[in-house]
């Protein structure tokens, strides 16, 4: 029964297509996350929602946009990908404050060609 | 501008030694401090973590020190065991928000 689940695991699709990447927990925590890891193994945060309500939007292209229908998911879309958004995208959650620590999910693995 | 720092990409030791992995940060407001360890194909999971009033935390054969005055922390790993094998990630929180600020990663492995 996995804790943060993310959807697809690995992605690859072409320059100036849009997809979607899902994320949902089934930990009750208050608070989702959106990291990416690049090339250099730099994890950064992207995006963070508490009860789907936007709380930490870091300089990202506008060509990427979080969705959280609820508490429990959040989306990410990309559209018009470029070969600059191949990386390794992890979502995360946790209680209130992240002192507690996030749970992450196993990550989404994007290859734009 | 990166503020949590890993300088040392990788760490190999023999099982049984001990392992230290470094970590620096330049945040001076950053007051909590967190240990991940990745394995490949999976998310990072959480391991230990220390508040900036402590020194020193220690969770079984796992130890995170704090020396704040050099803006440092390490993990020590004590025996070391092959199982430990991972990517470990240093993670730093300022004043209980929700943003976790990682460094780069360190890849220890641990050999027979």
């Known amino acids: 029964d996995t804790a943060v689940s993310q959807t697809p695991k690995y992605l690859v699709t072409q320059m100036g297509n849009d997809k979607s990447i899902k994320c949902e927990q089934n930990?009750?925590?208050?608070?989702m996350y959106w990291y990416k890891q690049d090339s250099k193994k730099f994890l950064k945060i992207m995006f963070s929602?508490?009860?789907?309500?936007?709380?930490i939007n870091e300089t990202v292209p506008n060509r990427f946009s979080p969705k959280s229908p609820d508490k429990a998911h959040l989306n990410l879309h990309i559209n018009s990908l470029e070969l600059g958004d191949s990386a390794v995208y992890f979502c995360?959650?946790?209680?209130?404050?992240?002192?507690?620590?996030?749970?992450f999910g196993s990550g989404t693995r994007l290859t734009v060609v | 501008d990166q503020q949590v720092k890993q300088n040392s990409p990788s760490l190999s030791v023999q099982e049984g030694r001990i392992s230290i992995l470094n970590c620096d940060y330049t945040?001076?407001?950053?007051?909590?401090f967190l240990w991940y360890k990745k394995y490949p194909a999976e998310g990072p999971t959480f391991l230990i973590s220390?508040?900036?009033?402590?020194d020193k935390n220690e969770d079984g054969r796992f130890t995170v020190f704090l020396n704040k005055s050099a803006k440092h922390l390490s993990l020590h790993i004590v025996p070391s065991q092959p199982g430990d094998s991972a990517v470990y990630f240093c993670?730093?929180?300022?004043?209980?928000?929700?943003?976790?600020?990682f460094g780069t990663g360190t890849q220890l492995k641990v050999e027979l």
């Open positions: 995360a959650s946790s209680p209130a404050s992240g002192m507690k620590g996030y749970t």
């Open positions: 945040n001076s407001m950053f007051d909590y």
């Open positions: 993670a730093a929180n300022a004043g209980g928000g929700n943003k976790l600020t």
């Open positions: 220390i508040s900036s009033i402590k």
């Open positions: 929602y508490n009860n789907k309500e936007l709380i």
């Open positions: 930990l009750g925590h208050d608070t």
